[in-house]
């Protein structure tokens, strides 16, 4: 069992907890990304079974008729596996999944085969899937380029990896005044597909600004368990989903939370003792 103090940031264990997550969500205006816990695998066996989780997943979001997509991780299908284990196990989850599907992005040299996959996914499905970018890569740019005018979901982020300087914006500030200037490119030359991928109330201020300015669409993604009254308060007025980690893997995820950020286990205390 999860315990509460990481329950915050975690919907539970097993797919029907994600989805009870989900349909709570749903009825406050916010739809789910589910993203079931697990990376790295060097097994094929078990890059196999968590994409045949997320087929079993995607049933159940159609069987229980909530508002909810997937997020994969390719390390967690089989990148690391080699042999073509990633592209047959993404190709599987997108086939048999009826809802969207999100693919993570991971370190830096996972860019270009995972930039690969989602663009060829997202044409030959007209665009029922979705890739994250990463506002610190130098390569961003041409990346977003790249992606203009190709079907499908891009979100943009600052970055939760730790690329080489010599590739990589390493000061915050600066890696701040990338995400505002391909957010910029994004709403000046995507149709749709634009997603907001940060808790930062700045770049969801910038969002909303270029959306007035620009009229494109464009949606909120944040994670469980940080900042949900923003995420309900701005779902009365643009589309948000979160991102909702959930599987027997969660220590991990937790504790990665806390690092990146202490007052993430003073607030889950908070939550726990009721302060
Ligand atoms: P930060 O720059 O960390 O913080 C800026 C401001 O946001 C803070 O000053 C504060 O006002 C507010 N804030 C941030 N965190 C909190 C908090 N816990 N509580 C209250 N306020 C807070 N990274 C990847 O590399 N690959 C991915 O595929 C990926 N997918 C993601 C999907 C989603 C939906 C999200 C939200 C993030 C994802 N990330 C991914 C992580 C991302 O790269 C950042 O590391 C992470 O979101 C922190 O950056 P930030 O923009 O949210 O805000």
Redesign the pocket.
């Known amino acids: 069992m999860i315990p509460p103090i990481a329950s915050n940031f975690v919907a539970g264990e097993t797919p029907s907890e994600a989805l009870d997550h989900v349909a709570d969500l749903n009825a406050r205006g916010v739809k789910g990304?589910c993203n079931l816990l697990g990376e790295h695998y060097d097994d094929r066996a078990d890059a196999d079974a968590d994409a045949d989780a997320y087929i079993d997943l995607a049933e159940r979001i159609a069987r229980r008729d909530v508002d909810a997509c997937l997020?994969v991780?390719p390390s967690q299908i089989g990148l690391e596996v080699g042999d073509r284990a990633f592209e047959e196990n993404l190709a599987r989850i997108v086939d048999a999944a009826d809802c969207f599907v999100?693919?993570?992005?991971?370190d830096h040299d996972t860019v270009d085969v995972t930039l690969d996959a989602f663009e060829r996914h997202a044409r030959e499905t007209d665009g029922n899937v979705g890739v994250?970018v990463?506002?610190?890569l130098k390569r961003t740019g041409e990346t977003l380029e790249r992606l203009a005018d190709c079907p499908g979901k891009v979100?943009l982020?600052?970055?939760?990896?730790d690329p080489p300087a010599s590739i990589a914006y390493k000061e915050?500030s600066k890696?701040?005044e990338m995400?505002r200037e391909y957010l910029t490119y994004m709403f000046e030359h995507f149709e749709d597909g634009i997603?907001v991928?940060?808790?930062?109330?700045?770049?969801i201020e910038f969002a909303r600004d270029l959306h007035d300015e620009h009229g494109t669409p464009f949606e909120i993604?944040?994670?469980t368990?940080?900042?949900e009254d923003a995420q309900f308060e701005l779902a009365e007025e643009y589309e948000v989903?979160?991102?909702i980690p959930y599987g027997s893997k969660w220590f991990s995820y937790f504790y990665r939370?806390v690092r990146?950020?202490k007052?993430?286990a003073l607030?889950a205390l908070r939550a726990v003792v009721g302060a």
């Open positions: 990304i997020s991780k999100w693919i993570d992005m991971e994250c990463q506002a610190n979100r982020v600052k970055g939760a990896y915050k890696v701040d995400y997603a991928g940060s808790h930062d109330p700045a770049m993604q944040m994670l368990g940080v900042r989903y979160q991102y939370r990146e950020r007052e993430n607030f």
